[in-house]
């Protein structure tokens, strides 16, 4: 018998929103935006259970199942979630009722549209939940379709060429990816795509050197890609100003949260010893070493640094926030070459903060062209006592974002900061100039977009401009309550996070 | 040196019952009125004023029950609990009730109920939604200075420190349609954001390596000893923090610009509080500069003295030439804490190498007196403001004492005080900071060259703030709003008259009864037997009978009979102008430094490189992504003709690539493995 508060949980949540989908799509455009919300409830019930339940922090996967399934290849039903992969199954649980609270009066083809939220969320879902490599990577993969629909049908002027590059791009990413599955498959030679087996062979028998440098690019180009880190970040920007404020904060949310979990997941922890090993290279008279612990913290700290300049440079509030994205997950990237458990801990901290405020400022952005037509800065100065309570929100996101102590961000950013100290020393010089660059665009955007006095762009029209409509309004609240609530209490997650930090590092054995 | 480290050890008293309950209620009062007031503040009068108000004056009660204690001889109290944890770091929340931020907070609790209390006439003219944000505002500020000065250790003063910059920039940008106001906001965040990524690496370094954050647990370290390095360079970097935060050279140039927020916020929060956060952080810090020892220690304190001195000079000669009354008052502000930072240095200096706790005491002291002279005059300037019907110009104003008898007084006497003349309040702290500052100059002649500055910028004080006096109460009045300006209501008289009296007589705390080196001094406990002190009486007579005493009052009398040659009779047709040359433009320009130095930074360098950046972005790198892209859509093109639409070919076609693919895993299965 199946028991539905342990084993059972996982898929059985992950079935509930599946056929939460589809009773929205067979509902009518009236009702579908209800049966969505009322849909996306028990999976919210179900991660919350989850993130408690792993609070406790034992050492081991919680809710731990595994049923055999395709037996010639040894590919199994494996579920389970620790405290990493609970907290970033509570974020998509969390933001995808928010996101259908703010999409509320969606109008066009409204029953495939919430369909495909709930279907968002099942799939990613399934991805941080599942512990055998093949069910992985067919969760990873069915992710892209309803992205890809949300940008193709419900997006801005430019749809067909952002979602197209959005499928192509990260699509042949994971087919890099799916090489590096088929490396650790292989390699292990013991017919296993289970991660917690791959991860003891890895740590024990050790995959040959060259061989696991060779898997551990495959997996760490996929991974990058969707993060995403420089160089490989442009499709984002356009992904982002083409999609539905839904798909956007689904994207920033949780999507590029995938990337970051496939690092800390599959590819440190089981090729952890090709992560932190130095290879020498010799060019001629020139001899030096590498490894890939160090070219993180190059990505890491381009990653930040690029972002944050290219930030400066929006005109558009959407694509500054897109490229703020690139700058925020390149501190995870940065984080995780620290290894360290400060290093670790922020990483994993971030992924929910990033999660939560980059959420909200893609709803402010969503809010902002509803409310004046454009979300061109230049075009909108002095319209904060026009819409006072969406300049009150946008502000408020933005100062989470720019890490104000109190909200989540700082507790990411401390971490993480202080890691790179330990790992790397005075190095830490060049990325922390983030921190005021990251508070210079935002400032700069709320002065040129809302601050001032009415620039009065004849683009812009004043009489009609209004303010943030209630459901856009408490959903945006709900993430801000969310952004305190982790910036005050940390131990909330940090709890969890430091028994995987631990086992983490045992096996790359530091720490 | 260990019979110079600090007494107050690990074993501090814990608070417990309803003293807890008392301690923590001090800095979350305010935080719940903020709260309160920004949701319904709309609907309650003055936009919701009574419940801060309610909320400070309760704080202030709090505080007064602890300052009451201490006065009469109560041990430090403490409380720590663990807040999260990472690996083998344990993050702590924790107050600490020691002499030191037990007399600080009394002291922000009561300037801030004044200033509150005043703000309710200032701002009446004001709409009940602006207000209720402007009081919401306030309190958190209110909380984050008391939070940040009761708290016991640096991270958690930090996230206090941080709140009070959010509310700086808030309340600079209050009357934010002004394109100035939101420049101006912008640029106080950012200034003091560089000193706060210093003061973030500084935390960092000291956590990191001491693995707590505690100040008594920091200051009592073992190791403190074995890693000096670590301790030199996340002593500067808290100096850089605190440089930041209380506006000395380099990153001054914010508080000037930050005069765009209402009078009342200059008041409180760049004048008698936030700035004065900087000072607290390096005297909080002394512990951790003293255990440098002599070699390293006594540098960074001639750094900070150096710092302190030159600041206190620079700024003090850009208000010899301003014509807004704000300016004047911030400039002055910015020198005055230059001061603080001389004395916190020389008497740094003066500790390591002879014990004597005499400048630590100084600063202090000055930091007490400043702030309520300082407030005074801010206030005064909100009611001449405020009477002059919204005219800040020095040029428009003229013949104001007549119609404005209370705050000519209350001005006078915050103008006597800061100029230095005996007995208010600010001749006894500046005389010990000049002291502190030339008796360190017989161990090193730097000293002496700061001391003879600190005196010149006396004398410029006292010549600034009576030009300052002159034009705007003296001769005839220059334009129609100074004609028909009037005299403000009681609520805010009141508290100007209540500051004068504080502003007359807080430095005879100096000289008379305990004494106040008997409670403030270095290191802070109630251990008297560490460092040397003068009894308060042996001190008068020593203050009284010391030639140097003679020389400052000599110099500020000096400063105040030119000003009154050169401004009695009115406006000298020179000034009637803002001045764009020679010395007087270079002053009145800042020195140019903004034109110089920060512009370009902002505006050619970061948006140069940010333009640069953009432009790679999209021809370089997705230039190249959409070139491989268009590649692959040409091969697509050719390759389209094998698509014929033949299951065979398809079928054929997938043997193949299946066949690669096997053939190349087993290939590197092979070659890597077994």
């Not at chain 2, 002499?99 to 004001?126: G, H, K, P, Q, R």
């Not at chain 2, 996230?159 to 509310?167: S, V, Y």
């Not at chain 2, 009354?325 to 400039?331: H, S």
Request: aromatic share 12%; proline share 4%.
């Amino acid at each position: 018998m199946l028991d539905i508060l342990s084993e059972g949980l996982i898929p059985l949540t992950i079935l509930a929103t599946l056929v939460g989908t589809l009773a929205t799509y067979a509902s009518s455009n009236r009702t579908s935006r209800l049966v969505a919300l009322v849909a996306s409830l028990p999976a919210l019930a179900a991660t919350t259970y989850m993130l408690w339940k792993v609070g406790f922090g034992g050492a081991t996967y919680e809710f731990h199942a595994s049923w055999e399934w395709i037996a010639a290849i040894g590919a199994r039903l494996e579920f389970g979630v620790d405290g990493l992969s609970a907290s970033l199954a509570w974020l998509t649980a969390v933001l995808t009722p928010l996101v259908i609270l703010y999409s509320w009066h969606e109008n066009t083809k409204p029953r495939l549209f919430f369909a495909l939220i709930l279907l968002m969320d099942a799939t990613v879902l399934g991805v941080f939940t599942s512990l055998d490599l093949f069910l992985f990577y067919i969760f990873w993969e069915f992710v892209l379709v309803p992205m890809y629909f949300l940008i193709a049908v419900w997006g801005g002027p430019n749809r067909k060429y952002a979602s197209t590059k959005f499928f192509v791009y990260t699509g042949s990413a994971s087919l890099v990816m799916l090489l590096g599955f088929m490396a650790l498959y292989f390699g292990a030679g013991v017919g296993s795509f289970s991660i917690p087996v791959l991860t003891a062979i890895g740590h024990t028998l050790g995959y040959a050197k060259e061989f696991a440098m060779l898997a551990f690019a495959a997996l760490a180009i996929g991974f990058l890609v969707k993060m995403p880190s420089v160089p490989f970040h442009t499709w984002l920007p356009d992904a982002h100003v083409q999609a539905p404020t839904a798909g956007s904060v689904l994207l920033a949310g949780v999507l590029l949260k995938m990337g970051s979990y496939g690092l800390m997941r599959i590819a440190i922890p089981i090729l952890g010893d090709a992560f932190t090993a130095h290879h020498a290279v010799a060019l001629g008279p020139i001899a030096f070493w590498w490894s890939y612990q160090w070219a993180f913290y190059v990505l890491g700290t381009v990653s930040v640094l690029y972002g944050a300049f290219l930030c400066l440079a929006q005109d558009d509030l959407k694509s500054l926030i897109a490229y703020s994205s690139v700058s925020h997950m390149g501190m995870v990237t940065l984080a995780l070459a620290t290894v360290t458990p400060l290093g670790f801990a922020g990483a994993a901290y971030m992924n929910v903060a990033h999660g939560i405020i980059a959420a909200g400022m893609f709803m402010a952005a969503g809010s902002l062209q509803h409310s004046t037509g454009t979300r061109l800065l230049s075009r909108l100065g002095g319209i904060a006592p026009r819409v006072p309570r969406l300049t009150g929100l946008t502000a408020t996101l933005f100062l989470a974002s720019l890490g104000l102590p109190g909200l989540m961000g700082f507790i990411a950013e401390f971490t993480i900061f202080a890691g790179t100290w330990q790992a790397f020393g005075w190095l830490i010089l060049i990325p922390i100039w983030s921190i005021l660059i990251t508070a210079g665009y935002y400032l700069w955007a709320l002065q040129r977009g809302f601050y001032g006095p009415e620039v009065r762009h004849p683009d812009v029209d004043w009489e009609h401009m209004h303010d943030v409509p209630t459901t856009e309004r408490w959903s945006m609240v709900a993430l801000i309550v969310l952004a305190l609530v982790f910036g005050v209490l940390p131990g909330l997650l940090m709890g969890s996070y430091n028994a995987w930090t631990l086992q983490v590092l045992a096996l790359l054995g530091g720490a | 040196m260990a019979d110079l480290m600090p007494v107050m050890d690990g074993m501090v008293q814990t608070l417990a019952g309803s003293d807890l309950w008392m301690a923590l209620a001090i800095p979350a009062l305010p935080i719940l009125a903020a709260l309160v007031t920004f949701f319904v503040g709309k609907r309650m009068w003055r936009g919701g004023a009574a419940l801060p108000i309610a909320a400070i004056a309760g704080s202030l009660g709090l505080s007064l029950v602890f300052f009451l204690r201490m006065l009469n001889g109560g041990e430090p109290v403490g409380w720590s609990i663990a807040w999260f944890k990472v690996g083998d770091l344990t993050f702590t929340v924790g107050v600490l009730f020691d002499n030191l931020s037990v007399w600080l907070m009394t002291l922000v609790s009561l300037l801030s109920l004044l200033i509150v209390v005043f703000s309710t006439a200032y701002l009446a003219d004001e709409t009940d939604e602006h207000l209720r944000r402007y009081y919401a505002v306030k309190a958190l500020f209110v909380a984050g200075m008391l939070g940040s000065v009761v708290m016991d250790n640096y991270l958690l003063m930090f996230i206090f420190w941080e709140i009070m910059g959010l509310c700086s920039y808030l309340l600079i940008g209050y009357w934010y349609t002004k394109a100035s106001a939101a420049t101006a906001a912008k640029k106080a965040f950012l200034t003091t954001r560089l000193g706060d990524i210093f003061l973030f690496l500084g935390i960092i370094l000291l956590f990191t390596t001491f693995k707590t954050l505690s100040y008594r647990e920091l200051f009592h370290h073992p190791d403190l000893a074995a890693h000096k390095d670590i301790l030199f360079w996340a002593g500067l970097c808290i100096f850089g923090g605190a440089v930041g935060k209380s506006a000395q050279f380099p990153l001054d140039l914010w508080l000037p610009d930050a005069m765009e927020g209402p009078t009342t916020v200059s008041a409180l929060i760049h004048a008698a509080t936030m700035v004065k956060a900087g000072v607290y952080l390096v005297a909080r810090t002394f512990p951790l500069y003293v255990a440098l020892g002599l070699g390293i220690g006594d540098s960074v304190f001639l750094l900070i003295g150096l710092v302190g001195g030159f600041t206190a000079l620079y700024t003090a000669t850009m208000a010899l030439v301003a014509l807004d009354i704000k300016r004047v008052l911030a400039y002055s502000t910015l020198s005055q804490l230059g001061y603080m930072f001389l004395a916190l240095g020389a008497g740094g200096y003066l500790f390591l190498h002879t014990g004597s706790g005499a400048g630590f005491t100084a600063a202090m002291l000055h930091l007490m007196n400043h702030a309520f002279f300082k407030a005074l005059l801010f206030l005064g300037s909100a009611s001449v403001i405020l009477g002059m019907h919204h005219h800040q110009d020095l040029r428009e104003m003229g013949g104001l004492r007549s119609k404005m008898k209370v705050t000519y007084l209350t001005m006078l006497i915050g103008s006597l005080s800061i100029a230095g003349i005996i007995p208010l309040s600010g001749f006894w702290s500046k005389d010990e900071v000049l002291s502190t500052a030339f008796h360190a100059g017989s161990l090193n002649g730097v000293f002496f060259v700061l001391w003879g500055m600190g005196l010149l910028t006396a004398a410029m004080t006292a010549f600034y703030m009576f030009r300052m006096m002159f034009l705007a109460f003296h001769g005839k009045p220059r334009t129609e709003s100074a004609e028909n300006a009037h005299e403000s209501p009681a609520t805010m008289t009141v508290p100007l008259a209540l500051l004068a009296v504080a502003a007359a007589v807080s430095g005879l705390w100096l000289v008379f009864g305990p004494g106040f080196s008997g409670i403030i001094h270095y290191p802070y406990s109630a251990d008297l037997g560490e460092a040397e002190f003068e009894a308060s009486g042996h001190l008068l007579m020593e203050i009284l009978t010391a030639p140097l005493t003679y020389l400052s009052l000599a110099v500020a009398l000096g400063g105040i009979l030119v000003a009154r040659s050169k401004y009695k009779a009115g406006l000298p047709a020179s000034e009637a102008e803002v001045p764009t040359r020679g010395v007087r433009g270079l002053l009145y320009n800042r020195y140019y430094v903004t034109q110089a130095v920060y512009e370009p930074l902002g505006n050619v360098v970061a948006m140069g490189v940010a333009k640069v950046a953009n432009w790679f972005d999209r021809k370089g790198i997705d230039g190249a992504v959409n070139g491989v892209a268009n590649v692959a859509d040409r091969a697509g093109a050719r390759t389209r003709r094998w698509q014929d639409g033949k299951l065979t070919t398809y079928m054929a076609s997938v043997a193949v690539g299946v066949a690669v693919a096997l053939f190349l895993l087993h290939e590197v299965v092979l070659r890597f493995r077994w």
